[in-house]
């Protein structure tokens, strides 16, 4: 990159390293990526595997140099897999493993997201003290555009807004933002919190059919609470 696309502690680091760089697109950049993160500076464990790792690429750079057969695929003229190196982690050691790997097969999906957690004894409570009523719910969860800061120098984050509404009123029930990491758990929390305030238990809950995450991450809540899941189209 541009120097000009350096935060100040990265040109001081590179200053104290005794490194200079000129022309244009030429200075490292180095930025961690986390789910529904900005890209950031890397912290210290980051920073100490990231050296690790090029320390081991240019071993095997090395070692492929003077054995070129280690890239031939395994077995010859397999068009369908990859070359790796991984690290596993055992107690304070590292040990690096390399070589050939089939690609996922074919028609294989992404992993499904994580089921929603929460106070299961909040929502037993709640079940037997509340009444059930007639009201339809309709959930969403949206990703917000810009990612938000909490306080100077921390990593921002891009926030998902959780909103419930009365499909009769037309009204915002709860809206509540929340971070990627907080999904399991606050969906959860703010679900129970708006039961408690309604005072009873809606018939159906609506989700968006394609929405996977969210049926995910209110199904076991809803199931405990006997309330019906709605998928909409």
Known sequence: TNRKGLQPEEIATLGRLGRKYQGPNSWPCFRSHRPYAFPWLLEAGEAGFLSGVLDKVLELCLKARNHPQLLVPVPPGERNGYFHLSCGISGPDESWTEGWL??????????????????????????????????????????????????????PLYAFNFLVMDRASGLALAFELMTYDQLEVMVGETFLSLVEKAGKLPKTVHVPAADRRLERLVSPLLSCLGIDLGKEE
């Open 102 to 155: 089939p690609t996922s097969p074919a028609g294989r999906g992404p992993p499904e997201p994580p089921e929603g957690r929460f106070d299961r004894v909040k929502a037993q409570k709640l079940l037997h003290r509340m009444s059930r009523g007639d009201d339809h719910w309709e959930m969403e969860i949206f990703l917000l555009p810009e990612a938000l800061q909490d306080g100077k120098g921390t990593r």
